[in-house]
């Protein structure tokens, strides 16, 4: 059998036993789709832009599960550490956290420094938090920070301590003079809102939900190309892709979720593809009437 219809990537995993086959497949997945490329192009750009005062930044936003974090992940992931061969270092491009819940400064100088691997205390002085993170980043050559769930702060209640901690990123942002990539949901945008000068700073690119059309059927297309089955499941056929777009919203951690249930079952059964049936029972495993 050729197996015309995987990637041979896939094609690989299926001597995997059963209950290996879609995790593995999983792990790591990366569906490069035409806006997750376009924002990818845009993020290179700004990380290869020379070090300068009030440098731009990017605010990615959407809807919950959408794939915003996978996206900033995968662009983390490409841009690995490396050491230096001029220096006893390590240069990290890029340092990616997720913001505190609640608006607290020592947790986010935490944050920081647990991305480096430092040693230190939580209880140090912040004095001492700060000027030890900002010595990694100088150290390390980082060129970009990535804040994700920036909406996570609007848990603290208080508006003056919101407003602090955005101080406290934008004079982060100007004695590094890096480009900082915030992501979240539309609450994100509040956050920004709420500090003018900050907000100035950032540009704007919203990763929407994926609307039912030719468009989710490649991204249907492209994950049947990555899910090791031996025959093809046609996921982009038309019943079959309207049932999944109206049990995830076109949310793409909802159908990635949805897949990988309904897969995992077949699997299990040694089904050959992926059927409608699997799909409802995948769905209905979710018992809220909503995967994920």
Not at 47 to 67: D, E, S, V
Not at 210 to 234: C, K, N, Q, V
Request: hydrophobic letters at 45%; proline letters at 7%; glycine letters at 6%.
């Amino acid at each position: 059998m050729a197996f015309d219809h995987l990637h041979p990537a896939a094609v690989e995993l299926l001597a995997l036993p059963a209950n290996e086959r879609m995790p593995a497949a999983w792990k790591g997945l990366w569906l490069g789709y035409p806006a997750a490329l376009d924002i990818h192009v845009r993020l290179e750009a700004m990380l290869c832009m020379p070090q300068a005062a009030g440098p731009r930044c990017l605010l990615l936003w959407g809807p919950a599960r959408n794939g915003k974090t996978t996206l900033l992940d995968e662009f983390v992931r490409r841009h690995p550490a490396m050491p230096r061969e001029d220096a006893d270092a390590v240069e990290i491009p890029v340092i990616k956290i997720d913001a505190p819940v609640r608006a607290d400064e020592r947790r986010f100088w935490c944050a920081i420094l647990r991305e480096f691997g430092a040693v230190f205390r939580p209880t140090e002085p912040m004095a001492s938090l700060e000027s030890q993170a900002l010595a990694l980043f100088r150290r390390c050559h980082v060129r970009m920070l990535m804040i994700d769930e920036l909406h996570n702060i609007l848990v603290e209640a208080r508006r003056d301590r919101q407003r602090a901690f955005l101080v406290v990123v934008k004079e982060l942002c100007n004695q590094l003079q890096i480009p900082v990539i915030a992501a979240g949901t539309e609450e994100a945008r509040t956050v920004l809102r709420s500090d003018p000068q900050l907000d100035g700073r950032f540009s704007r690119t919203v990763l929407p939900s994926w609307r039912f059309g030719d468009e989710f059927r490649r991204l249907l297309a492209t994950f049947e190309r990555m899910i090791p089955f031996p025959e093809p499941s046609r996921l982009s056929a038309g019943a079959m892709a309207r049932r999944i777009h109206a049990y995830t919203d076109g949310t793409m951690g909802k159908v990635s979720g949805l897949l990988y249930d309904a897969s995992c079952l077949g699997a299990t059964r040694v089904l050959p593809c992926i059927t409608e049936a699997l799909i409802e029972e995948a769905q209905a495993m979710s018992g809220d009437g909503t995967h994920g």
